[in-house]
């Protein structure tokens, strides 16, 4: 009998987005994997979350739905049998079919759900939507979205980048600086999409430095980097990046410091770029001066930061986070064309870098492991819309939208059938989502607590949590393919997704489709059989399924040799084509001049946004609220156990200012404080530190949603989530992507006794 098997006292495997861990059956005692040299300790609080008092026991429908009126996120539940549930939620389905079509049905679900390949939210509810007719679905993500359009234009695709940006072993063993806008914080870095076998980015960032690698963190947070890096900072103005960038170009050209020769054979447009750098279109001249006066960054310094990016073999990265801004294309933008103008693009160790720490891949020695998906089908629906314009599909059908050249219309949304994700977490100003989530008919959400996401809801089916069912994982760029192993019987009637579908598409005559007559095991069993395969045909041999399963891991060997993308294109560019219009570079893009775009220009440009510590509005709100990811959770994802339940200020989100800023408005270590701007508010613990630099606050995603008035058009969260201040505009016409880290807002300290916490009970429930 393997070690590993279910329902005895010993230790199981499992897999999480923040790594692989093992787990007693007998009393949900998690561990981390002893292959994990450097573990996260997020996924410790698994267990603890199983019998929380938040868990949903059955399923539920809001009392309002049942008779015709009440109003989402602020009503009761009646507790309710699953075949009168499932009735319920499949004559909801039908009925809108049948009377507006399915593309009056949106599908939303948005990643990070499980780490599993077959219980993966997104797959499931695509699957389920497509054999029923299809959905509106979504274009790119919250995390990536203003990058995921403008790279395709600029380099010829995402993943070309992705594959092809410099691993940390190329820039110890060639490298000599690296510049991060944004930084590369490595709290980000526990994560990973699929999971992560070994932590091993930390170590591969130090040891860069100890083969003499320097480090430069513009950012305004000075542990955007870790501190064994001993970087240097430079805290600049949020959302001045581009603006830096374009003034470092301006510094290449105005010191004859250029690759010439790269930018003739390998790019097209720098002439015009440089005429926009130089200032003959608009007058003004892209200095180092006039990025200081932007940035609050020397000139000097810039013009020095500049010779240096010339005289080493550089990497210029941006983060994630630059780009969820207005705007946010630019920086991506600005970024590539300063590491093809540097000398140092496709080269080994520098040229350009996406993301390095914002999840674990970056910069790794991986390999794109070859998982078999579960076939969704064919979506019969073309209707999409940006990730992040939700609110406004919801609450302007039929209005058009401009998106990477196409105008579309929004779709009239009767039903949302959520699985997967929190908008309540991702999405911006949380007071405007909350009047548009009252506009559909039906809102059907598959959850296991009680988060915002269900208090918002008509109708719950409560879902098993990755403890509860058997699955197993594959990280992005990763070696290790794990095994998740069911530890516990499922608590009270939940179901896993896959049988809440086979359910409702029973109900809608497409039973036979969705299952295919498969168990959850014999997709198990079918997806790894898949995936051995393909592992086969590359040249890699898998163990069989029941091998694999006993053993619980199965480990790939790195690849012999990195893909070197860039690096061929460099070599030869009329051989290794980039698929972009050109072949080559553009650092002018002629379709997106096309585009006529007020927004985004055919060049990387400087545009100011409407909120940032260089707007007027500043005088009004003087603080720049960065919203960026927590250290002690992925997203809001069990944010009511564990790590992050303890780190808790008086049960509200800390929040981190500067000593300066803290001061003046008579704020010290551990007081609650009220952050607000003119769309809402929200409630915070004070910490107190010189690593943010003035004027600026940090309040991380992810505290469960939380208003002291559920009802009202600006919410305090008492909680503290920072999207009740957040604008929910798109970056630009171009990628209409989120713009969350373009905030401000003023703060101050709470008087009087702090409003309860409700998020921390259930709500009411009838029938029990």
């Known amino acids: 009998m393997s070690k590993y098997d279910s329902g005895s006292d010993e230790w199981s495997p499992t897999a999480a987005h923040w790594g692989t861990y093992e787990v007693r059956s007998s009393d949900l005692s998690v561990r981390p994997s ?140 060639h490298g000599q600086l690296v510049v991060a806008f944004g930084g590369m914080a490595l709290k980000n870095a526990q994560v990973n999409p699929g999971g992560v076998g070994q932590h091993t980015a930390a170590a591969d960032q130090r040891a860069c430095r100890d083969a003499g690698v320097r480090f430069v963190n513009i950012s305004p947070l000075k542990d955007d980097t870790q501190s064994a890096l001993d970087a240097e900072w430079l805290a600049a103005r949020p959302n001045s990046d581009t603006a830096i960038m374009l003034a470092l170009a301006h510094c290449l050209i105005k010191e004859d410091l250029h690759d010439k020769d790269f930018l003739e054979s390998h790019c097209v447009g720098f002439e015009k770029f440089a005429s926009y750098l130089m200032g003959e279109a608009d007058g003004q001249p892209k200095t180092a001066e006039w990025a200081a006066e932007l940035s609050g960054l020397p000139a000097d310094r810039l013009r020095t930061l500049a010779r240096e990016i010339a005289e080493n073999r550089t990497v210029i990265t941006v983060s994630w986070s630059v780009q969820r801004t207005q705007y946010g294309e630019q920086p991506y933008w600005a970024g590539i064309s300063l590491s093809a103008m540097s000398g ?44 992040a314009r939700i609110s406004d599909m919801l609450i302007n059908p039929g209005a058009p939208f401009a998106y990477n050249g196409e105008t579309r219309s929004y779709p009239d949304i009767k039903l949302v059938y959520w699985c997967g994700g929190n908008p309540f977490h991702h999405h911006q100003d949380l007071g405007r989502l909350v009047q548009a989530w009252q506009e559909p008919q039906t809102v059907i959400v598959h959850e296991a607590w009680w988060n915002a996401l269900s208090r918002h809801a008509d109708i719950i089916l409560p879902c098993t949590t990755l403890l509860e069912r058997n699955d197993l994982a594959a990280g992005f760029n990763d070696l290790t393919l794990s095994a998740m192993k069911q530890v516990r019987a499922p608590f009270g009637e939940a179901r896993n997704d896959y049988d809440i579908f086979a359910g409702l598409a029973e109900r809608l005559d497409a039973g036979g489709t969705f299952t295919d007559g498969k168990t959850e095991m014999d997709w198990v069993r079918e997806l ?16 069989d399924f029941e091998t694999f399963w006993s053993d619980g891991r199965f480990v790939f060997p790195p690849p012999d040799t990195p893909l070197r993308i860039f690096q061929s ?61 927590p250290k002690t959770r992925l997203h809001s994802q069990y944010d009511h156990v564990g790590v992050s339940a303890k780190s ?49 606050i940090v309040l991380s995603t992810g505290a469960w949603y939380d208003p002291e008035d559920p009802e009202a058009d600006q919410p305090t969260c008492v909680h503290g989530n920072p999207n009740t201040l957040t604008k929910d505009i798109g970056t630009s016409s171009l990628a209409q992507g989120p713009t969350a880290h373009s905030c401000l807002v003023e703060v101050e300290k709470l008087s009087g006794p702090a409003p309860s916490l409700r998020i921390t009970e259930p709500p009411v429930i009838e029938g029990k």
């Open 528 to 543: 790894y059989d898949g995936s051995r395969a393909f592992s086969t045909e590359g040249g890699i041999e898998m163990p």
């Open 34 to 173: 002893p292959h994990d040299p450097d573990p996260s300790p997020i996924g410790l609080g698994l267990g603890e979350a199983i019998d929380h008092p938040l868990r949903i026991s059955a399923p539920m429908i809001r009392k309002g739905y049942l008779s015709g009126n009440g109003r989402r996120g602020a009503d009761t539940y009646v507790e309710t049998p699953w075949d009168e549930a499932l009735d319920i939620a499949a004559k909801a389905i039908d009925d809108v079919r049948g009377q507006h079509g399915n593309s009056s049905i949106y599908g939303g679900s948005y990643g990070w759900g499980s780490a599993g390949r077959f219980h993966h939210p997104q797959s499931q509810i695509h699957r389920f939507l497509n054999c029923i007719g299809g959905y509106v679905r979504s274009e790119n993500t919250y995390s990536t979205a203003a990058m995921e359009v403008i790279v395709p234009h600029v380099l010829g695709g995402i993943d070309i980048l992705m594959g092809g940006m410099p691993r940390w072993r190329d820039i110890a063993e």
């Open 648 to 696: 808790k200020i008086q049960g509200r989100e800390p929040a981190l200012l500067n000593a300066h800023d803290a001061a003046k408005r008579g704020i010290v270590d551990g007081d609650l404080i009220r952050l607000f701007n003119d769309r809402g508010a929200c409630l915070a613990g004070a910490t107190v530190s010189d690593d943010v630099m003035p004027g600026v």
């Open 569 to 629: 294109f460099r070599e030869d560019p009329k051989v290794t084509r980039l698929p972009t219009p050109s072949g080559r570079i553009e650092l002018w893009s002629e379709t997106i001049e096309s585009f006529q775009y007020a927004d985004c220009k055919a060049c990387p440009a400087w545009f100011s946004p409407d909120e940032w510590l260089g707007a007027p509005r500043a005088k009004t709100f003087p603080l720049h609220l960065i919203s960026n990811q």
């Open 344 to 387: 140092s693009f496709g080269k080994d160790g520098g040229g350009f870098g996406a993301g390095y720490g914002a999840v674990h891949a970056m910069g790794n020695d991986g390999r794109m492991i070859p998982i078999a998906p579960l076939p969704q089908g064919e979506n019969a629906v073309s209707d999409f819309i940006p990730v």
